[in-house]
């Protein structure tokens, strides 16, 4: 009992640490994203296949981080957060280092999507963890440091995916160090996390045919986008496609019509009393452009310095530290306005930023010196982006009762993975020249697509975006007329 009481003294008084643990975490989890973007040509190079099939180092990863969001979110309220976080964290340093040591293409596409599940059972929990640990301000203040960790690990991830490929291992050394992160990480999470609740009877009402549905409609739409490159007419590529929206629009009928009508028992993955939180509908759109904005500039960007400019991969690397640096030198400014300025328009003003720099980067051409549209362009992108990543979650979870904010969470991040996968796939498609000046064409378009993205992301913001909304009290609890009442005990 003493050493009970000496342990829960020592969580309390290394909470900040416990913060940092959840929130380098998911720089672990975005940096095994972006960090694969210059190890694409290498992979391409080393098993002899394609650029566009070597993207699925990427894609898979991401397909199926996006993936298992929502139901590892689930089996954290199921078996407790504490215990899929740390289990995450362990299957993700396993899976890294069979990355690093396998010398096969097949095994290491099939390798990563595995690594993404185990990336997909950190997110929600981390959100959820930080959610019952923290009240009020200084919940907001948290939940904005985690945003600070996804922006900063996602250009983190391209600078030093770019440094690892000039080493002797070359792009396996990401997976070491990942491997190695992933173990102290774990650890420290065993000794700092207290306890969380669990509800194992829950289990019986999770939709695990929900789970199949829409992973399966993600796999068949990044599938057809991955196979676009110069065959966007044949059957290869519409057939994928098609039978993935179709999928997607049977999964939302089934959520939405036929689940509660068949076993009215269960749980769906996105329970319809989310929608009726505030600013929850129309976050979700807003997440997708933006994500898509920022990983299709990160992923094209980065290649178009490679592919066009001709330079190396460390120096494109470098030249891409402002992605790193800038946001966190702004977003402890932001996090300050959080609580002066609305976040609508903090995220609105910060699309119209990003749109400037899209079309500054598109500028670019073969010879085009760094200063004058690169250095620039990068500054305001990761500048409008981190206007977003403090926000989007604050905003999302504002208007839930303290039991959903783990789950509104997930669904977010869910749909912001869904996102980068798709843009990673978009970007692959434009890149079908075989000229110097038809790539250049095709990067340009996909800058132009970016811009695009933001656009819509800026319109959905200003039109559908509502003024802040106070955060639920702590004590606050929806009635869950969908879900039978269990009894919670901890773990």
Known sequence: MESTTRLDRLREKLRPVTLVVYTFSLVLDVLNSTGVTFAVDSISREYHISEAEASWALSAYALTFGAFLLISGRLGDVVGHKNIFVLGLLFFALFSALIAGIANDISLFVLRAFQGISAAMTVPTAYALVSVSYSGRARELALSV???????????????????????????????????????????????IPPSKHNLPLARNLDYAGAVFVTTAMLLIVLGFTEAPGHWSAGKTLGPLISGIALMGFFALWEEYLLPKIAPKKEPLIPRRLWSFRNFAAILPITAFSYGTVYLMLLTGSQFLVQIQGKSALIASVEYLPFAIAPLIVMPIFGILHSKVDPKWVIAVGEAIVIVGNVLFSRNSFHTIYWRFTFPATILISVGTAAFFVNNINIAVAGAPKADQGLVAGVVQSVSQASVAIAFSISGSFLTGNTPAALLKGYRNAFYCACGFSGAALLITVVLLRKRA??????????????????????
């Open 146 to 192: 985690l945003g600070m960790g996804i922006a900063s690990g996602s250009a983190l991830g391209m600078i030093i995916g770019g440094a690892v490929t000039k080493s002797p291992l070359g792009y396996r050394a990401l997976f070491w160090i990942s491997f190695s992160l992933s173990m102290l990480f774990s650890i420290l999470s065993v000794v700092l």
């Open 470 to 491: 106070a955060v639920m009290p702590d004590d606050y609890s929806e009635p869950r007329v969908d879900q039978p009442e269990q009894q919670q005990v901890k773990s």
